[in-house]
């Protein structure tokens, strides 16, 4: 029991035979390399989240007898929903051990269900009341937790558990057998800045646990929800091993050298893991965030059997941005861009994007909109004359996207929106015009965090010797949505730097207004009338499209507040 | 203490001022009728479902300071959220007792938390330990339940919990000091055949109990959520009495006479309430099903600030069934229909429009789309003719759409989408086009429940002297989406009896394809193929407007399966 292997893979929820296929494949590897013990992440045989699947007893039952059916040529723990005791209880989280020749048995099931943010475990699943204890070889037993089970030792979770099951396995090694390692089955998912918070935990439970602490995790996107990998082994003495993020491969971890490998599945590669003490690898946030959304629309297309995207291109940041994260994700072969001028639209509008079609290598095609715009106007002249100007400008955003749904619907693409995390806060944006689209790769990013990643993909261009996409014009220019003549966003909207600030402590803080003047300092008259527009928009966001969930909170059911709650 | 007060009121989610102008107002005819003690619905102080508005500190404790400032002329218990005990802990869903001259107390906090269908309440609060007793005057104590809580005890929730407040009290009033009566704070939605289940609770607990069991429960719309009120008395011999559906006002029972009463707020007559024996007065579903959507509808409006709604009229039988639910619920001067034909249109897509309109006496616009249609057609012309016939059907809903949301954007109005949620489920419907608006009143009832809505509809008119808004030729002529040449939903569904039955067992009772083939004799292929295009449209139901929830389980986050499921 030196060589323990994670299996770092990027399963497909509800596709039970190809991740039993995934982690088979994963344990071949780690059985060739010489581990003699490999660990998948939480739920590897459904995917995580399951959500409503686990409703459907069949497929709960189906999950685990395809473990049952896992061909393996070392001991295994696999991760994977457990039917539950009677019809009315849950079902379980489980690990499940596969040894070669022998019957498999379930060892524990997660004790701590998270159920905040993303997470909604207690409404799925039964928790259990015991640390999971696995005897592997003769006098040698290891502790196996779940995810969650290892956050409340280090006090991160929001709110506290009753119990600490890092305590418990502790307890047990002091007082019972000890234990030579604890792993962790893990589908913890990434927003900026996590990786540290899942460091610290691995060090605090090894430190208290006395012995290794590994923790394997998914890599991908499934849904949502993106999860970044980098699995973690840590030491009691604080020395820590990560794998690399966003990529699927196994991490090798030799217990006697104190030493870590990783495989990559792509090109079967091992490379040797850096040791660190304490410290750890620091992270670019802007190219982590340009990994995470890159990988949540490429798992969210390839998933649902979508081979190619569609979107409109306006000359502006956003859509420049998405278009090239588009062509990162499935090729610029496979993203169909769409330039839509209208009468208020500038010259540059057009020109930029098409210097950052050209520099992706991506088609662009272009449709003046006047002459579906006039006749339109037309028809809704009465309504138009005598009502509220909005209705005009909503206008040509929805026959723009009408028209990128009509180009997606008959290419068989996705449409995506275009839209980013602080306009879609602020309600601005249209339903069913420029919030169209079956996924918005930013609609979970802040719009300066939009100008970041715009830098972090023009560098990447220029270090490729390729042109930069996205033009000066389109970074330097005044954010416009173009609907009316010489609109700018900052007539109606606060600076980005501003409005990002105080919508980030509101939404994912959960500071009041009152409470943010007195953080900032700003004017409590100008946030009470951004919270108030916030809330007003609810019913935009209870309709938009799936992002991938960068932030530390997002928008979402979870997150989702009464439309009633305007009155508050 | 022989006269208690049930206060049926319908609190608004978030409006915390309004809700204690609404208790106290109640509280003061209880007090005029003699009552003396009152008790209030679950949650009544911050409206109920608070969903997000929980994680936001301030308002919790907003919502306590207001039962402080209640002024009432006797006792009364409060449903409000109570301010965690600790940074660490979640707030409890409390029940405040309120006496005249004396400091306000937290009597107890919920214990059981749904957490399944419609309900998050492990998300959001934490749980009590011990049941709620209350000494009101010397030597009388009663037992205070919250919802939940008394129905662990009828076995009629899907999962067991570990505890039954229900026996708590027993045994402490078997043991201990005998309680007088229990009462229960209930927001408990609406769900056809609910009456039923919600009698059951109350017999079994007062049988159990020994002593009277009173149930107060919420009426009106928050959201997507619908209570039906129905406040119940239950008595230890079987005997009940129930509160009217729909309506607010005050039940006031007397336990001394067992009898009760029902004062109307809205003109202030006292009516005595019928005494049944085990039994109960028996209910008219589909009347029951349309007091259902009509008051979703009016609350979701009012309740955010609108007074008037825009739909698309085709002459089918879910716009005529959508605009009768609009004119019933906001009035028919506030309700616009649009009848927009195009060449695909049938003579009687317009005439039946116009009958209905007329006999509603709501304002019919006509907007033909034939000169935007063609334009249209014209700048997506190599796309359609080299694409997916999809994209020229999906061309004329979304130009509806875009009408309907035109007109409702320059009058200050919502834009309603008519689809039903048989054809959601199928997603047989256009992203964007009819699926357009911000309230889907008829988006989680079956279309043969449309059917008997209409039937329902006319006969009220009748009724009352009018002509039926629903003609003969929309009620009997084939459901077409009149997107192509001769098209009728029969071309590419199966008949919705069946259609119907077959989604209902998947949806709501979870049984998978071959479950369904089992129980209803029905070819396992043609269940597996329309269940294999029910999980490829999830990606529909994610964006789709919010319905009331009136089956016992509906669409929502909760029940929304991932994109990946369509591999399962």
């Known amino acids: 029991m030196t060589v323990i292997a994670l299996l770092q893979i990027d399963p497909t929820v509800g596709d039970i035979k190809g991740n039993a296929e995934r982690i088979s494949r994963a344990a071949s590897i780690a059985h060739e390399y010489g581990a003699t013990l490999a660990v998948t992440p939480e739920l590897a045989m459904s995917g995580y989240p399951p959500r409503d699947l686990l409703n459907h007893s069949g497929f ?17 723990i696999v991760g994977c929903p457990i039917p539950p005791e009677t019809e009315r209880t849950r079902p379980g989280n489980g690990a499940v051990r596969v040894i070669p020749n ?24 039964h928790s259990d ?20 089970d290892a956050w409340q030792h280090a006090g991160l979770v929001p709110n506290d558990y009753p119990v600490d099951p890092i305590e418990q396995l502790a307890s047990f090694s002091m007082e019972g057998e000890a234990l030579i390692l604890t792993v962790n089955l893990s589908s913890s998912p990434y927003h900026a800045h996590k990786q540290g918070t899942r460091i610290e935990v691995a060090i605090s439970a090894a430190r208290t646990l006395g012995h290794p602490f590994l923790l394997c995790n998914q890599v991908g996107g499934n849904d949502d929800l993106i999860f970044d990998g980098r699995s973690i082994v840590a030491w009691p003495d604080g020395k820590i091993a ?13 217990l006697k050298s104190k030493s870590a490998q990783f495989v990559d599945f792509k090109n ?36 649902s059997g979508l081979s190619s995207v569609v979107l409109g291109m306006s000359g502006g940041i956003d859509s420049a941005v998405t278009a090239a994260i588009a062509a990162r994700a499935l090729g610029p072969e496979n993203v169909v861009g769409i330039s839509m001028p209208s009468r208020h639209s500038s010259d540059h509008s057009i020109s930029d994007a098409e210097i950052t079609a050209e520099a992706l290598g991506m088609e662009l095609l272009s449709i003046p909109i006047g002459s ?6 037309m028809l809704l002249l009465d309504e138009i004359n005598q009502g509220n100007d909005i209705a005009a400008e909503n206008l040509q955003s929805r026959l723009r996207g009408l028209l990128v749904m009509g180009v997606a619907n008959a290419r068989g693409a996705m449409a995506m929106a275009t839209g980013n995390k602080s306009e879609l806060a602020m309600g601005y944006c249209t339903l069913y015009g420029d919030m169209a689209g079956g996924y918005a790769p930013l609609g979970d ?3 300066t965090e939009v100008y970041a990643l715009a830098h972090m993909i023009n560098d990447e261009a220029v270090e490729n010797g390729r042109k930069p996409p ?24 606060p600076p980005y730097e501003i409005l990002d600030e105080i919508l980030r402590l509101h939404m994912e803080e959960g500071l009041s207004g009152e409470a943010i003047a007195g953080f900032t300092g700003r004017d409590e008259t100008m946030i009470a009338d951004l919270l108030t527009r916030f809330n007003k928009n609810e019913h935009k966001r209870w309709q938009m499209a799936p992002s991938p969930r960068v932030s530390a909170r997002a928008f979402g059911q979870g997150w989702r507040q009464p439309l009633a709650a305007r009155k508050h």
């Open 102 to 125: 022998r019957p498999t048995r379930v060892v524990t099931q997660k004790q701590l269900l998270p159920t905040y943010d993303v997470f909604d475990e207690e409404r799925y699943f």
């Open 60 to 76: 709960v039952k189906r999950c685990l007898e395809q473990v049952h059916e896992l061909s393996v040529d070392l001991p295994l």
């Open 470 to 493: 996205i033009s000066e014009s389109t970074l330097n220019k005044p954010p416009s949505a173009e609907l009316a003549p010489n609109q700018i966003d900052r007539d109606t909207l």
């Open 242 to 254: 990560q794998a690399p993020a966003w990529v699927e491969g196994v991490m090798m971890i030799d």
């Open 129 to 148: 009341t015991k640390p999971g204890i696995l005897r592997i070889v003769d006098g040698q037993s290891i502790g196996v937790t779940i995810c969650e």
């Open 268 to 303: 079967s590669e091992k490379i040797g893991l850096d040791i660190y003490q304490h410290e750890f690898e620091s992270v670019n946030t802007e190219k982590d965030l340009l990994e995470a959304v890159t990988i949540g629309l490429r798992d969210y297309c390839t998933k």
């Open 372 to 377: 579906m715009h006039d006749p339109t106007e």
């Open 445 to 447: 990013v802040w719009k």
